[in-house]
């Protein structure tokens, strides 16, 4: 009988991720004929633009393009998003040197961490955070360290609260808007970040996927913007979000030429980039995506949020109306945000996030996801309505 070998000693240290764990007790309720609403992922329900969809066409019926593309990603998109950072935020990028594109932001935040963190360096990671910054950093054999995020202060951090030697730090993490808080931050934080950074010779880390997912009239910055900001700041872009189109798996990180060639090394020996098709509807959209089509997709998901909201007093839960993002990150009444998403998940067949799958710090809350069609959206919240009568009576 054959045996197989140990696996890595890395994956010892590599907690199941928490995304796929409750997608697989929702697969499971579904196959047992539950008709479960899903209100815990942020994958966009509306679709891209018909323009979109016909570049793409375009691009795929052409004989040509299926070929290998080139490890720096394809001219024309890093040539799009050159002209984004500068019309959007006013940041100048060499499409060369200053722009690798991604395999959807995620695979970047990881490969970045495989590219800075050895044994025995550590990774800055907020207390509540998407979880790839800490994957990563873990992957890669280093360690975390601790930044908190306080809600009494916009969840923003205090650099000079970090605990915890920095000797062996590297990268600190930032993500605003933020996922899963809502939070936001203006250009006087991320000044205040890069000088952290400089201070600590760290290269700073901004995860910006939610830029464009904005409400009431509030404009998001980019760390790029900071004075000097580039001499020690990546920025992380999607299109995921932006443009509708998760499933296409496109991303950037710009910003410090030195860090991006890191990258592209550490890339060029694991990905061969993606299929043109894919660049061509991304630059597309970039290029072309009127400010009034994302002003109005942006009022739908605000309208969702209304009606979330309004609908929090009846569920025991409160939140702070947040003008970013796709989530809603309301506090639970009891703190266990566990329970609370279990018994919902099991009793009234909705799921939502339990705030521990960003870490122990976001105990306490529960994270709804505006990406759910209007109708489903309703039934979802008459569900937890009736479900929460009964469980409280
Ligand atoms: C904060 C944050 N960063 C990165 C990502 C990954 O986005 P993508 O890989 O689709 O670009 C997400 C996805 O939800 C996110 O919430």
């Known amino acids: 009988m054959s045996q197989l070998p140990r696996r890595a000693y890395r994956l010892d240290h590599l907690p199941p991720y928490g995304f796929a764990v409750l997608g697989q007790r929702i697969q499971d309720m579904t196959a047992a004929g539950k008709d479960v609403i899903r209100l815990d992922i942020g994958s966009p329900d509306l679709p891209p633009s018909e323009a979109v969809i016909e570049a793409f066409k375009r691009s795929a019926s052409n004989p040509h393009h299926y070929q290998y593309g080139s490890y720096r990603g394809d001219p024309a998109f890093r040539e799009a998003v050159a002209a984004y950072y500068k019309r959007r935020f006013g940041v100048e990028l060499d499409p060369f040197h200053e722009i690798l594109p991604l395999i959807?932001?995620?695979?970047?935040?990881?490969?970045?961490?495989?590219?800075y963190i050895d044994r025995g360096d550590a990774a800055?990671?907020?207390?509540?955070?998407?979880?790839?910054?800490?994957m990563g950093t873990i992957m890669a054999?280093?360690?975390?360290?601790?930044?908190?995020?306080?809600?009494?202060?916009?969840?923003?951090?205090?650099?000079?609260?970090?605990?915890?030697?920095?000797?062996?730090?590297?990268?600190?993490?930032?993500?605003?808007?933020?996922?899963?808080?809502?939070?936001?931050?203006?250009?006087?934080?991320?000044?205040?970040?890069?000088?952290?950074?400089?201070?600590?010779?760290?290269?700073?880390?901004?995860?910006n996927p939610y830029c464009e997912i904005v409400f009431d009239g509030y404009q998001a910055?980019?760390?790029l913007q900071a004075a000097g900001a580039k001499d020690c700041t990546v920025e992380f872009m999607s299109v995921s979000k932006t443009y509708n189109l998760a499933g296409v798996r496109l991303g950037a990180c710009v910003g410090n030429a030195e860090a991006i060639h890191n990258l592209l090394n550490v890339k060029s020996n694991i990905d061969s980039g993606h299929w043109k098709a894919i660049y061509d509807a991304a630059t597309y959209a970039i290029n072309n995506t009127s400010q009034s089509w994302i002003d109005e997709r942006n009022l739908r998901y605000q309208a969702r949020r209304r009606r979330i909201l309004d609908t929090l007093p009846h569920i025991g839960l409160e939140a702070f109306e947040s003008p970013a993002t796709l989530y809603v990150w309301a506090?639970?009444?009891?703190?266990?945000?566990?329970?609370?998403?279990?018994?919902?998940?099991?009793?009234?067949?909705?799921a939502l996030t339990p705030g521990t799958i960003y870490g122990i710090a976001g105990a306490g809350y529960v994270r709804?996801?505006?990406?759910?069609?209007?109708?489903?959206?309703?039934?979802?919240?008459?569900?937890?309505?009736?479900?929460?009568?009964?469980?409280v009576a």
């Open 104 to 115: 959807g932001s995620k695979e970047g935040l990881v490969n970045l961490a495989v590219a």
């Open 124 to 134: 800055i990671v907020p207390s509540i955070a998407y979880p790839a910054y800490m």
């Open 141 to 207: 054999g280093g360690s975390v360290i601790d930044m908190p995020l306080d809600p009494d202060n916009g969840y923003l951090p205090d650099f000079d609260a970090i605990k915890g030697d920095l000797s062996h730090a590297k990268l600190l993490w930032i993500n605003y808007p933020n996922n899963p808080t809502g939070a936001v931050a203006d250009l006087a934080f991320y000044e205040r970040a890069a000088a952290f950074c400089r201070e600590h010779n760290l290269l700073l880390c901004s995860d």
């Open 221 to 223: 910055p980019s760390a």
């Open 331 to 350: 506090r639970v009444p009891d703190g266990d945000d566990e329970s609370y998403a279990r018994a919902a998940l099991e009793e009234a067949e909705v």
């Open 368 to 391: 709804i996801s505006l990406t759910m069609p209007e109708e489903r959206l309703d039934a979802a919240l008459a569900r937890l309505r009736d479900w929460y009568r009964v469980r």
